[in-house]
């Protein structure tokens, strides 16, 4: 295939990067989830 | 104050380029419009910190607020301000490029209409960002982050339109004039608006 | 008041897990990594090279002859500007109504929407970037106008998300970012036009979707791409809004802790004070008000 390295390039980038963050945010996720009470976790309500 | 601070840095920034670039001095008159307004913009940056930090400083601005003065009057004091010390910079710098990078006001009424426009989007814009930016510690830094952006179509218009009032460039100034002269209708209206909302928790 | 972790009762299955999953994340998350799948199969596999040729005479614009396998990064790169534009309007519709509705749900979901536009929209230039170097010869373009609109846009939210930092009031730091966020908005038309007039022409490929001449595989994995990449999106912004909502119960708990503790302080301070005075009382000289 022509361009490989351009095309593992671009995609890599991609992929990696949403791979990245997504994993930061599962662990800030876990980390504030366990500094709130359990009775104010939930987070469905629009009103404030 | 602008001239024992502000100006020095704007005439520093032409002198910097010409040492930098290293150029011959037809490169440099082709450059002029650009560096111009990069100086500007630079030195924009400051005026408005420096206003925005006297006020703070001095309270004024508590005492001007409680005066009763509706919003969009106190953002127009503010935005003519840095406006009148923008255009006394503007006025140093055009000698500043004539002499260092030999321009020629081709045509003169572009130019100074163009910097007018130019001149009022950025003071009207920057006087908005300077109250957001203020009773903040970072202030310094995120002024021109947040500026600058924001003011691209304004140095693309008005160095187009310096480009052909200085005849360095076969262009229409006078319809990049008008691009300016839109932003600059823009950014006074929203900033007279957004001045309200603002100002009332600082 | 504690603000630390009690151990949840059992009865509240959702609320035992100490995260920001549930069952809503987990089916985003699978329908995801199943469709980035089947993209990177449509992407690698199913697809051919754009082996076009336009027939426009003798003087062969190399533009216009088919850019060959590298085709297959635009099946990344349009999705992930897709997201970008998604994101940023997102975030532009929030701050309206945080402005107008005063809701900081909408702030949340702005600042959320911010963060993930961001590294969307770098993830956009890079690719695009990429895709460029061995089409266009070069690694950036000045005067392109979809890269000039894409970087300030990228730039301006920077801003925006680092302004955000610096205020620690939740809801000065809604209003004002939901200002400086419409403002950025309301400039990506202006810049888009002033480059667009300043270059007259674009190097950037020209709208592929309204290009007929693409067969149908190709078009249906872009729209494909673009699918799954706004369900990554979903499950980003899910995550992200969350977060934002436990940090915004953090700063309101530990309000509401400080100002009860002031309270029992101060409760404290007065039954004291009550009780100092009635043992003086009982201790020392007559009141003079007392008949003797």
């Not at chain 2, 024992?4 to 670039?21: D, E, R, Y």
């Not at chain 2, 930090?53 to 003065?69: D, I, K, N, P, Q």
């Not at chain 2, 903040?136 to 008005?158: K, N, S, Y």
């Not at chain 3, 630390?4 to 609320?15: G, I, M, Q, Y």
């Amino acid at each position: 295939m022509d361009y490989l390295g351009y095309l593992l390039g671009g995609w890599g980038v991609v992929l990696v990067a949403v791979a990245i963050y997504a994993v930061s945010l599962l662990r800030r996720g876990k980390v504030l989830s366990a500094r709130v009470p359990a009775d104010r976790r939930r987070w469905m309500t629009t009103d404030d | 104050m602008v001239a024992t601070q502000i100006l020095p840095f704007a005439m520093v920034i032409l002198i910097l380029f010409g040492l930098a670039l290293d150029a011959d001095s037809r490169t440099l008159r082709d450059l002029a419009p650009g560096l111009f307004w990069v100086a500007t913009l630079f030195a924009s940056v400051l005026a408005i910190q420096r206003s925005v930090a006297v006020e703070t400083v001095s309270s004024t601005f508590e005492a001007l607020r409680l005066s009763g003065a509706p919003a969009w009057k106190l953002f127009a004091g503010k935005a003519l301000a840095v406006a009148l010390q923008l255009l006394a910079i503007e006025a140093v710098l055009a000698l500043g490029i004539i002499v260092l990078y030999r321009s020629s006001f081709e045509d003169p009424v572009l130019v100074v209409t163009a910097a007018l426009a130019a001149t009022v989007a950025i003071a009207s814009a920057g006087s908005l960002y300077g109250v957001l930016a203020v009773g903040m510690g970072v202030r310094d830094t995120i002024l021109p982050m947040l500026l600058l952006p924001i003011m691209m179509p304004v140095l693309v218009g008005a160095t187009r339109a310096f480009g052909d009032g200085l005849g360095t460039a076969a262009l229409d100034g006078w319809t990049w004039t008008g691009l300016l002269a839109l932003l600059a209708v823009i950014y006074a209206t929203v900033g007279a608006l957004a001045y309200a909302v603002v100002i009332e928790d600082t | 008041m504690s603000t630390t972790l009690t151990r949840p009762s059992s009865t509240a299955s959702e609320a035992d897990v100490a995260s920001t999953g549930s069952k809503l994340t987990r089916v985003l998350g699978i329908a995801s990594l199943v469709g980035l799948a089947v993209l990177l199969l449509l992407a690698f596999v199913f697809t051919e090279p754009d082996q076009r040729v336009f027939d426009r005479g003798l003087d062969l614009d190399p533009l216009l002859t088919g850019q060959g396998d590298a085709v297959r990064l635009l099946y990344v790169h349009f999705p992930v500007a897709m997201v970008t534009y998604t994101a940023f309007s997102l975030n532009a519709i929030g701050s309206i109504a945080v402005l107008w509705k005063k809701s900081m749900w909408w702030d949340n979901t702005a600042a959320a929407a911010a963060e993930v536009g961001v590294l969307f929209c770098g993830l956009t230039l890079a690719t695009g970037s990429i895709w460029g170097r061995p089409i266009w010869n070069t690694w950036w373009k000045w005067g392109d106008v979809r890269l000039m609109t894409t970087t300030i846009l990228f730039l301006i939210f920077v801003g925006y998300l680092a302004y955000r930092r610096t205020m620690t009031d939740s809801q000065v730091r809604a209003k004002r970012s939901a200002v400086v966020g419409l403002i950025g908005a309301i400039n990506i038309p202006i810049v888009y036009k002033s480059v667009d007039w300043w270059q007259n022409r674009t190097l950037h490929q020209q709208s592929t979707l309204r290009d007929r001449a693409i067969e149908d595989l190709t078009l249906f994995s872009m729209i494909f791409g673009m699918v799954v990449f706004l369900v990554i999106f979903a499950w980003l912004m899910v995550h992200r809004f969350r977060i934002g909502w436990l940090e915004h119960q953090i700063e309101t708990v530990g309000l509401e802790a400080a100002i009860a503790e002031r309270r029992a302080q101060t409760s404290a301070a007065v039954e004291d004070a009550v009780t100092d005075s009635r043992a003086s009382a009982g201790s020392g000289p007559p009141p003079k008000t007392g008949m003797n």
